[in-house]
């Protein structure tokens, strides 16, 4: 089995079309999405005159209705922004209403979600086992839009068949941040989560752990030290993982532990016996990173191959 | 979480960010200027490189270091480009396999630049020991009276001592650099400092300090505490000199071409502003354009006024036929069995004034930026090597990293290379073949300018080029990158070829085509060995460096 991993794309139509291509590039019959789907934000782009334009990446970017305000769409989007088409009026209500953003944010979300998975439908192979599970970054409105899609195993909280014998942990609950996120919990909570799924687990000599955020202090997880006012310290940084992720990785061993979270904290290590790896995001690059894991019935992990495609 | 390019977007009135979380690297920008003024290495160039251009006596050697300090500038905006669009450790390796294909990134990087540094670091420990070390313990145990401290500071200097400087040297090496990035900074960043404290005083010194005032400075030292046999050191070795047949002249008596051509002697220390491409992955901020034109060009513009002062009040102090002269016979009237001490650096700074008190402060303080550049050798090589066992051409293993983010089994294995080079370096026949770093720098380096050059034409590169920030920056309709690649890209190919044609550097030699070409074969011997290995155990390395096609 050859199972494609990747995580932390924030709302990337180029990198979800990667991910999708994953499948027939790397040869892949289990593709898994690791979490924090959901982009960052709206780019209002203004309607002026016959144009449009926009304050981009520092870049004020001029288009004419047609290709190029086309070309100019599929920009922010591949970098993982939301492009809306807002006048002034509307512009100005989000600066002021939070309740106006937000429902504009989730209408390009859903949208945008919407768009994805019929993508995926097209596209799809039959026997491909396509998994996405959610990160502390994703609102909870999302879960019922991958819910409802046929095409996917969306497996967030639950453990999942993977095929041949092996099955896969899914969490993408994290520990608590200082952004306050959508799903953030206790460590408490975590290891409690985490317990309940992982005694449900048939063979933990099997059993992948996808969860989105990092074992505590394992290299895979440096994150910055920040502030008062939240700002990043210069140059220091420190373990921001879960205890209870390393702690049920220690206790439980399963065979392989696949993270994300920290973007620039990709890597490789071990638990125990448990290879555990982050693939890291380089998504506003234009690169998905991801890993290829071949397993085996008989020989459990065979290889893994951390890829930048 | 979230990533610092987006939250610069946020400062513009059309981008609205939700609340979501984020992330830094463990180097800031400053972090990574320091490191790469370090990289180029102003105690090598004092104490090592400036010597050597005596070969071309002719050269004036402060315009020689502004003209090849501004020929790198256009290499430093390419490097400068890559690193804000495609971030990692490993840089060097990363932008070539990437953009060339995985065969010419690992090829160009791994002899030149990963197994490069084993020997890099070699080499810069060499003038810690014989032109600091050595000189500051036996002058001092004369002055004191401490014979075992005058015996010691002898020791140093032979292969054995330099052999155990070395060795100690590596372990506060491995220390540092295994202690994480965020430990590494801070070290680096206080001893930047006090050995700024220490050049500056250094400078001072020598712009009070008469020319007369330091000849009997000079001929004291040489006659009192090395016994030398002469109370007109100075006039013996310009004597020594021009019986010998050196042709020593005034600065005023140099000329251009002579100046030019000490650039591929002065591209030893000056190619290592693109050293910092290494570590591009681990430093904050740098997907913000103007921050990684300052590590780059900032760096080597600082090199040329530190560099170039130093130089200029060197030679005004010395007199530039003093001192070449003093350096052809050091490097080729017989070394120490001519003269007892190096005839520069150490000798000197002490001869500026004759109290020990002076010599310990500007010895130690300067003595700082020693204690950390060559550290870095361990650095950039241990990242080459991680991003390449990240895309397992080397073992996994080398991709581990520790609970504080440093690739602690890469350093492991980078240190007992480096010892087995040391050994090979102080007790073997290694030390003929240290002039082709010089090569094997600029390749390594001129490879990844020639991608950056390449980068908005090849197909498979040209989308993710235009799509990024740096795609609008043209002129007359060629893209910067390509620009600047072009330009840097004719002085490399200067550089290059004086090495390979050009008896006087020491590299057109059959010992050097033997060591160059022989490595280059094993890397290639290397990478599809293991290719082979990996498709045989079902892992296709073809497409870790292929980009996935959207459709």
Not at chain 2, 176 to 181: A, E, I, R, T
Not at chain 2, 443 to 466: E, N
Request: net charge neutral; charged share 15%; proline share 4%.
């Amino acid at each position: 089995m050859e199972l494609y991993f990747c995580t932390d794309i924030h709302g990337s139509d180029k990198m979800w079309r990667k991910f999708l291509s994953a499948e027939k590039f790397y040869r892949a019959n289990v593709l898994v999405l690791g979490g924090d789907v959901v982009g960052k934000g709206l780019v209002a782009v203004h309607p002026e005159g016959r144009g449009y334009w926009t304050d981009f990446l520092g870049e004020k970017l001029m288009a004419r209705p047609g290709e190029e305000l086309d070309e100019l769409l599929r920009r922010i989007r591949a970098f993982g922004m939301y492009p809306v088409v807002a006048t002034d009026v509307e512009v100005g209500l989000w600066e002021t209403n939070p309740q106006a953003y937000e429902a504009a944010f989730q209408a390009a979300v859903t949208e945008s979600v919407h768009r994805w998975l019929a993508e995926l439908a097209r596209r799809k192979t039959p026997d491909t086992r396509i998994i996405v599970t959610c990160g502390n970054d994703d609102p909870r409105y999302v879960d019922a839009i991958f819910q409802s899609c046929s095409d996917i195993i969306f497996g967030e909280n639950e453990v999942t068949d993977l095929g041949e014998g092996f099955t896969m942990l899914n969490m993408g609950w994290s520990n608590v941040t200082p952004w306050n996120t959508h799903r953030e919990a206790t460590e408490e909570e975590l290891a409690a989560r985490i317990e309940r799924m992982a005694l449900s687990v048939p063979d933990m000599e099997r059993c992948v752990f996808n969860i989105h955020v990092p074992p505590y202090n394992s290299g895979l997880d440096n994150g910055p030290v920040l502030d008062s006012e939240m700002r990043p310290a210069p140059g220091q940084t420190v373990p921001v993982g879960s205890h209870a992720v390393r702690e049920g990785i220690l206790r439980f061993q399963p065979l392989l532990s696949l993270h994300g979270h920290v973007h620039e904290s990709r890597g490789v290590t071990k638990l125990g016996r448990t290879v555990c790896i982050n693939p890291g995001s380089s998504y506003t690059e234009g690169v998905l990173q991801g890993v290829l894991v071949r397993l085996d019935k008989e020989k459990g992990l065979v290889s893994y191959s951390p890829m930048q495609g | 979480m979230s990533d610092t390019t987006v939250e610069q977007a946020g400062s513009t009135k059309s981008v609205f960010l939700r609340q979501s979380s984020g992330l830094v690297r463990a180097f800031t920008w400053w972090d990574g200027l320091i490191y790469n003024i370090y990289a180029i290495s102003v105690v090598a160039a004092c104490s090592l490189i400036f010597t050597l251009t005596f070969v071309f006596p002719g050269a004036n050697l402060p315009l020689g270091i502004v003209i090849a300090c501004l020929a790198f500038v256009p290499g430093c905006v390419v490097y400068a480009m890559l690193t804000t669009i495609m971030p990692r450790a490993g840089g060097d390796y990363v932008w070539q396999s990437r953009i060339l294909g995985g065969f010419w990134g690992f090829w160009f990087v791994f002899f030149p630049l990963a197994v490069g540094a084993t020997i890099f670091i070699v080499s810069n420990v060499l003038p810690g020991a014989v032109a600091f070390l050595s000189p500051l313990l036996y002058v001092l145990g004369t002055e004191l009276g401490i014979s075992s401290l005058q015996q010691f500071g002898n020791w140093i200097a032979t292969s054995g001592g330099q052999f155990w400087f070395f060795v100690v040297f590596l372990a506060w090496a491995a220390f540092v650099v295994g202690s994480g990035m965020r430990f590494y900074a801070r070290v680096q960043r206080y001893l930047f400092f006090i050995g700024m404290i220490g050049l500056v005083t250094w400078l001072v010194g020598m712009l009070i300090v008469s020319h007369d005032a330091f000849k009997t400075n000079f001929n004291s030292i040489l006659a009192n505490q090395y016994h030398w046999g002469t109370t007109d050191a100075y006039g013996k070795i310009l004597a020594d000199a021009k019986k010998a047949g050196f042709s020593a002249v005034s600065l005023s008596g140099t000329n251009l071409g002579d100046t030019i051509l000490i650039g591929p002697i002065l591209a030893y220390i000056f190619a290592g502003v693109f050293w910092v491409g290494n570590l591009s992955g681990e430093i904050g901020g740098v997907r913000q354009f103007g921050l990684s034109m300052r590590i780059y060009v900032g760096a080597i513009l600082s090199a040329m006024v530190i560099c170039g002062l130093l130089g200029f009040l060197m030679i005004n102090l010395t007199g530039n036929e003093f001192y070449t002269s003093a350096s052809y016979m050091w490097w080729a009237g017989g070394g120490s069995t001519y003269i007892p001490v190096a005839p520069w650096l150490t000798l000197i700074l002490m001869s500026l004034s004759q109290s020990p008190a002076w010599w310990l402060w500007v010895l130690l303080t300067f003595g700082c930026w020693f204690m950390i550049w060559p550290t870095n050798n361990v650095v950039g090589g241990t990242r080459y090597v991680f991003a390449m066992a990240f895309d397992r051409i080397l073992p996994a293993r080398f991709a581990s990293v520790s609970g504080k983010n440093s690739p602690i089994f890469a350093i492991g294995v980078y240190v007992v290379v480096s010892l087995v080079m040391g050994w090979l370096y102080y007790f073997g026949n290694l030390a003929s073949i240290i002039l082709d770093q010089a090569i094997l720098l600029t390749a390594g380096f001129a490879v990844t300018i020639l991608a950056g050059t390449l980068f908005p034409y090849l197909p498979a590169t040209r989308q993710r080029y235009f799509d990024s920030p740096l795609g609008k920056y043209k002129f007359v309709g060629i893209p910067l990158i390509t620009l600047m690649g072009v330009l840097s890209l004719i002085y490399f190919a200067f550089l290059l070829g004086e090495y390979a044609f050009n008896p006087t550097y020491g590299t057109n030699n059959l010992s050097s085509a033997a060591f160059l070409g022989g490595g280059m074969v094993l890397s290639a011997v290397l990478y599809f060995g293991t290719r082979m290995y990996r498709q045989r155990h079902g892992v296709n390395m073809r497409r870790v460096y292929e980009e996935i096609p959207e459709e």
